[in-house]
Structure formats: C-alpha cells, structure tokens
C-alpha cells in the first residue's frame, strides 16, 4: 500500500535483490506504460488501473479510442468507481431521515469497512485519509447524503472531473429529476 516499504508502489520497482517484483533475477523487468500502479505482487492492479492505460503503449494509441474491455472481465478502476458510487449514493438515498443512534454507528462502521476493503489499494488509501480529515456525518439523510456528494466532489476534482451540485443529490440518487426523465 502507499507508504508500505514491503509493497511496489512504482512500475518497475527493484525488490531488495535488484529484480523487479514478480520476475526472476537477472531478467529484464516488464515494461508497464507510465502511470500503472502495481499490487504487491509486483503486477498490475487491475482494480487500480483503467482498462485504457494499457491501451497507451504507443503514440498512435493514445489518438485512437481505447476499445472497451468486455463486459464479462473484471472490473477497472473507472467501471469500479462508477459502480461504487452508485452503490454509497444508493444508500444515501435510502438512509434513514431520521436514523437511530445504531444507525448512524452502522452506516460510520460499514463505511469504515467499506474504504478498507475496497479492491484498489491506492483508492482505499486515499478515501480513509480523506475521512480522517472529514468524519461521516450521519444526524440525517440529507447530513449523510451531503457528505458523500462532498465526498465524490473531491475525488473528481482530484480527477480532473466535474464537480456536482450537492444541493441536488437527492434529486439525482433519491427522487428522480424534476423534469420527470426518470418516472
């Protein structure tokens, strides 16, 4: 994990005998495009990685558009991510308006839980740093769902996505929009 010596935390990175991760010593290691994050076993995280970065071996790849990878593999981090918010802004939607004090200590655990065993390391690492800083709030629905839509603005802006209007989460994960798109 980011910060543990005993993992890779770069492409490449020599083991203590001077080989790469996963390869004999003395091989050459693999070449991995620029920017791919490897597990600790020294290859590619498929959970840390987007299907597109492997795609971008060559010049010309990096013009065409990435095929995308079928949809019985496993997940990238771009479908995981996307899945995954759909998922906590789900249940934001459902939480409680009002939830009970075991309530707001079961919705604090699970999300405890949830960003340690979140398949891509870097990911986890980064959304429990991001909670230490800013404790699940969990009074109400609207509390919870604000922080998590707060919660998802910094991630995309860390991206380089668009933000959303958090006073709209309720209508984009709870109600439906109010142009009626979604009855």
């Not at 991760?21 to 290691?29: C, D, L």
């Not at 065409?64 to 789900?90: F, I, M, N, Q, Y």
Request: with cysteine; hydrophobic share 30%; glycine share 8%.
């Amino acid at each position: 994990m980011a910060g543990d010596s005993t993992g890779p935390q770069t492409p490449n990175a020599p083991g203590a005998d001077g080989a790469t991760a996963g390869t004999a010593a003395g091989a050459p290691p693999p070449k991995y495009p620029k920017g791919v994050i490897l597990g600790k076993d020294g290859k590619p995280c498929r959970a840390c990685n987007s299907f597109a970065s492997f795609t971008t071996q060559s010049k010309s790849a990096l013009k065409a558009a990435a095929p995308a990878p079928a949809k019985d593999c496993p997940p990238d981090v771009e479908v995981l991510g996307r899945s995954t918010w759909t998922l906590l802004h789900s249940i934001a939607a459902t939480y409680p308006p009002t939830p009970t004090p075991k309530e707001q200590s079961d919705i604090k655990s699970f999300m405890r839980l949830f960003s340690k065993l979140y398949p891509c390391w870097v990911c986890a690492e980064d959304f429990q740093a991001y909670m230490q800083k800013r404790e699940v709030k969990a009074g109400s629905r609207d509390e919870f769902g604000n922080w998590l839509c707060e919660a998802h603005n910094e991630v995309n802006r860390k991206l380089g996505k668009p933000t959303f209007d958090c006073r709209k989460w309720e209508e984009r994960w709870r109600t439906g929009w109010k142009d009626g798109s979604c009855d």
